[in-house]
């Protein structure tokens, strides 16, 4: 089995209320009539979808919950089927796709791990074009959470996208070749 392991590339948390510059996390959830929703992008190498056993977004939480849910249902991970930018807003968020989402959610000490199997499969299998995810939690729960983005200047915490294979997503090919060796002239 080979592990691929893929870091954000770009991520994004839009509010109802404006966001310092200087807040690089990734916020989900609201709190009183605060929402925040949040953007990831990985670049996906070429994955043969049949290859593909799961793949799991690792994301590293930075110490600030609020009623911090660990159900399915306290949040959802949808592919975007539009891109998303700095100019994204509540007013203007990109389309989702509502049936993909995500699978179970297990929670660590320091990190959650998201199973998404069947988002990164239909990318691989070109049902869908990987413009991203958006992450947020069901109006009906109150409390956020908050993760390190691919803004976050700490390697250790930016999102990862975690991808196991059956075989090695690259094939390796033996190749045959020959060689003549010419000598140079020298004057």
Same mark, same amino acid.
């Given at each position: 089995m080979v592990s691929i392991d893929i870091i954000a590339e770009k991520s994004l948390t839009? %509010?109802?209320? $404006?966001?310092t510059p200087k807040d690089n996390d990734l916020i989900i959830g609201?709190?009183?009539?605060i929402y925040y929703i949040s953007y990831l992008y990985f670049p996906l190498p070429p994955v043969s979808?049949?290859?593909?056993?799961n793949a799991r977004l690792v994301l590293f939480k930075t110490g600030e919950f609020l009623n911090g849910l660990k159900t399915k249902e306290a949040i959802d991970i949808y592919p975007l089927l539009d891109y998303f930018s700095s100019r994204t807003a509540m007013h203007n968020r990109p389309k989702y796709d509502p049936s993909l989402t995500q699978g179970d959610i297990t929670e660590g000490t320091v990190s959650i791990e998201i199973d998404l199997t069947n988002i990164v499969t239909s990318w691989a299998k070109g049902n869908l074009i990987n413009k991203g995810i958006v992450? %947020?939690?069901r109006q009906?729960? %109150?409390g956020f959470s908050r993760f390190g983005s691919a803004l976050t200047k700490d390697p250790t915490l930016k $999102?990862?996208?975690r991808i196991l294979c059956k075989e $090695?997503?690259? $094939?390796f090919?033996?190749?045959q070749c020959s060689y003549k060796i010419i000598p140079s002239k020298t004057d």
């Open positions: 839009i %509010s109802t209320i $404006p966001l609201r709190c009183l009539m979808a049949n290859s593909i056993e992450l %947020s939690k009906q729960y %109150s $999102p990862v996208l $090695p997503h690259l $094939p090919l033996d190749l």
